[in-house]
């Protein structure tokens, strides 16, 4: 049962982990974007 736990706490960080990376990305890749646009007009 404690493996189990210490899987799930793992497992629950790299999910928290990849979150925030795929956020940061989104971010980046949103004010690219809107700075692309802004430039162009």
């Not at 795929?22 to 809107?34: C, D, E, G, N, S």
């Amino acid at each position: 049962f404690w493996r189990w736990e210490l899987g799930y706490a793992a497992a629950a960080a790299e999910i928290l982990f990849l979150l925030i990376v795929a956020l940061t990305l989104a971010q980046y890749w949103f004010t690219m974007r809107t700075s692309e646009a802004g430039n162009g007009r």
